[in-house]
């Protein structure tokens, strides 16, 4: 993708500011949640999956339709993943992946997606703080099973995890009460709309932010604002929250999403990647 492909407010933004130094002797992957595409992956999943890898992506999520899959509709995702070498580090799950006979079938189909981290995308209804430390309770009881196959557990946020109940932040009672080695999955996005310092959240967990959700916000009204803005045209400070992520956060890999854009799905994720690699350099 070309800098003239970038739309004009975020090529400029883009060319005005240095590029982001990585880290030294860091080369963190950059990836797609295929939420993202989500429309084409219910129309054609494996042709959406190769067109992602030859995009430039080096990792991809799945996300929750995954686990009503059949186990050979999992392996020709594999097989996709593989004719295109791409590599699925976590996928996305609802509560179902972390209680019963669903813990065996998220590590079942974790495992042949190749998978590192199965994340709990979302708590369902979650209201007081006792509800949250039972959320809590029932992904550290997860992670024990998923630890014996070699895998880890994950909890995403959105912008309910950042509002305070009772003076505490549910996002602080699942970090409390979830294993050293349990994954806080950050939406970068959210936590800006919300108000709160995604920095601050970084270097207060240092080596649990191992894969962060670039997922802008932009505040005003407009069809093109909220989180119809493209990666790097809305307000999340990225260069203090890449510093963060890689000095402290113990980042393994970063996914793009978008919620929508102005532009179609693959064109949408064909800019964000543009943008991504021009911010970074």
């Known amino acids: 993708m070309t800098a003239q492909s970038l739309s004009r407010r975020g090529f400029l933004a883009a060319a005005t500011a240095a590029p982001i130094a990585l880290a030294a002797g860091k080369n963190i992957p950059v990836g797609i949640e295929l939420y993202s595409v989500r429309d084409l992956m219910t129309?054609?999943?494996p042709a959406t999956v190769r067109a992602i890898g030859?995009?430039?992506y080096q990792?991809?999520?799945f996300y929750g339709p995954y686990f009503d899959w059949t186990p050979e509709v999992v392996r020709e995702a594999r097989k996709a993943?593989?004719?295109v070498g791409l590599r699925c580090n976590s996928t996305h799950n609802g509560p179902a992946?972390?209680?019963g006979d669903g813990i065996?079938?998220?590590?079942?189909y974790n495992l042949v997606l190749g998978s590192k981290f199965v994340v709990m995308a979302s708590a369902g209804r979650a209201v007081t703080l006792d509800d949250w430390r039972k959320v809590a309770d029932t992904l550290t009881s997860a992670c024990e099973k998923f630890r014996l196959t070699g895998l880890r557990g994950g909890y995403h946020n959105h912008q309910a995890e950042f509002k305070a109940v009772d003076g505490r932040r549910p996002i602080e009672v699942i970090a409390a009460n979830t294993p050293k080695d349990f994954m806080l999955q950050f939406d970068v996005g959210t936590c800006v709309e919300v108000g709160q310092d995604p920095v601050a959240w970084i270097d207060s967990n240092p080596g649990r932010i191992n894969s962060l959700h670039l997922k802008d916000w932009g505040a005003g009204t407009g069809p093109d604002r909220?989180?119809?803005?493209l990666?790097?045209?809305?307000?999340?400070?990225w260069k203090k929250v890449f510093d963060a992520a890689e000095s402290k956060g113990g980042v393994e890999y970063y996914l793009i999403e978008q919620e929508g854009s102005r532009y179609p799905a693959m064109e949408t994720a064909e800019k964000c990647l543009a943008a991504y690699k021009n911010m970074r350099g």
């Open 104 to 108: 065996s079938r998220a590590i079942e």
């Open 231 to 237: 990666f790097g045209e809305g307000d999340v400070p």
């Open 97 to 99: 992946s972390f209680t």
């Open 59 to 61: 990792v991809v999520e």
């Open 81 to 83: 993943m593989d004719d």
């Open 43 to 45: 129309k054609d999943m």
């Open 226 to 229: 909220g989180y119809r803005v």
């Open 54 to 56: 030859k995009m430039g």
